[in-house]
Nanobody, 116 residues
Framework: QVQLVESGGALVQPGGSLRLSCAASGFAFSIYGLGWYRQAPGTERELVASISSTGDNTNYADSVKGRFTIARDNTKKTAYLQMNSPKPDDTAVYYC?????????WGRGTQVTVSS
């Protein structure tokens, strides 16, 4: 059974830090590219960061560059999103997505709220 399970979402203060995890099972994790997406109420889902299957290449949305870091551990079948200095605008449900050329898998998301 294919599963992507996000965890680590929480209420965090502006300027704090948070690490999200995405645990995979049921498919060949190491050959999939991974992305972290987010969706705030009333907005479209947007790509926050992505990482290649080997971890060699990463990309970030301009809004999070220099603050967020995406990583993966293929031996643990887990991806991470380190969120440093979060801002209230980062409040959203965060999803991970695993992709190949012809297949996509989504997790159910984890809520991140940035507020003092």
């Amino acid at each position: 059974q294919v599963q992507l399970v996000e965890s680590g979402g929480a209420l965090v203060q502006p300027g704090g830090s948070l690490r999200l995890s995405c645990a995979a099972s049921g498919f060949a994790f190491s050959i999939y590219g991974l992305g972290w997406y987010r969706q705030a109420p009333g907005t479209e889902r947007e790509l926050v960061a992505s990482i290649s299957s080997t971890g060699d290449n990463t990309n970030y949305a301009d809004s999070v560059k220099g603050r967020f870091t995406i990583a993966r551990d293929n031996t643990k079948k887990t991806a991470y999103l380190q969120m440093n200095s979060p801002k209230p605008d980062d409040t959203a449900v965060y999803y991970c997505k695993a992709s190949t050329l012809n297949r996509n898998y989504w997790g159910r998301g984890t809520q991140v709220t940035v507020s003092s």
